[in-house]
Antibody, heavy 119, light 107 residues
Framework: EVQLVESGGTVVQPRGSLRLSCAAS????????MHWVRQAPGKGLVWVAH????????KYLDSVKGRFTISRDNAKNTLYLQLNSLRVEDTAVYYC????????????WGKGTTVTVSS | SDDLTQPPSVSVSPGQTARISCSGN??????VSWYQQRPGQSPVVVIY???KRPSGIPERFSGSNSGDIATLTIGGTQPMDEAVYYC??????????FGGGTKLTVL
């Protein structure tokens, strides 16, 4: 079964740091571009970052550039998102997703992990 | 940055046709997908590449894209279709963008 399982979400203070993980199974992880998408409470989906299958290319939402870092370990079938200098407005459910690179859509999603930034 | 505009809400009666629009610049030149998100669940793709349905998605879901507007159509809407629907567009300029979401209510 194709599966993505996020972990690492917690409550953190403003200006704090956190690393999210996404464990992939049921498919050849190293063949796929991967994404992080977030959803603030009661709000819509917002694309955050993506990474090429081999990790050589990354791209970020403007508001997280310089604060968040997406990375992957293809030997461990795991995607990461390092979140630094966190702000209250970063509070959200963070989903990892797999990209279909032929038609540019997200064909598999995890259940999400919740990050709450609060003092 | 680029914005995709969706109506906040659409209401239909069971069995009627629901249409949800997604407007943005040069939509017909972009790859458009639609996602369904039920309360407390992760998004699920229902349409990709403007008109294609993934396996397992009912035939009542269809998509179109022309000019600056993409449209998700649900024919013969059922109560189980009640959810928030998001459009998403990709191109080489804007990359990945989601619309604000449309809450579909089946009355």
């Amino acid at each position: 079964e194709v599966q993505l399982v996020e972990s690492g979400g917690t409550v953190v203070q403003p200006r704090g740091s956190l690393r999210l993980s996404c464990a992939a199974s049921g498919f050849t992880f190293s063949n796929y571009w991967m994404h992080w998408v977030r959803q603030a409470p009661g709000k819509g989906l917002v694309w955050v970052a993506h990474i090429k299958s081999d990790g050589s290319e990354t791209k970020y939402l403007d508001s997280v550039k310089g604060r968040f870092t997406i990375s992957r370990d293809n030997a461990k079938n795991t995607l990461y998102l390092q979140l630094n200098s966190l702000r209250v407005e970063d509070t959200a459910v963070y989903y990892c997703s797999r990209e279909d690179r032929t038609w540019y859509y997200m064909d598999v999603w995890g259940k999400g992990t919740t990050v709450t930034v609060s003092s | 940055s680029d914005d995709l505009t969706q109506p906040p809400s659409v209401s239909v009666s069971p069995g009627q046709t629901a249409r949800i629009s997604c407007s943005g610049n040069r939509m017909e030149h972009r790859y458009v997908s639609w996602y369904q998100q039920r309360p407390g669940q992760s998004p699920v793709v229902v349409i990709y590449q403007d008109t294609k349905r993934p396996s397992g998605i009912p035939e009542r879901f269809s998509g179109s894209n022309s000019g600056d507007i993409a449209t998700l159509t649900i024919g013969g809407t059922q109560p189980m279709d009640e959810a928030v629907y998001y459009c998403q567009a990709w191109d080489t300029t804007s990359f990945w963008v989601f619309g604000g979401g449309t809450k579909l209510t089946v009355l």
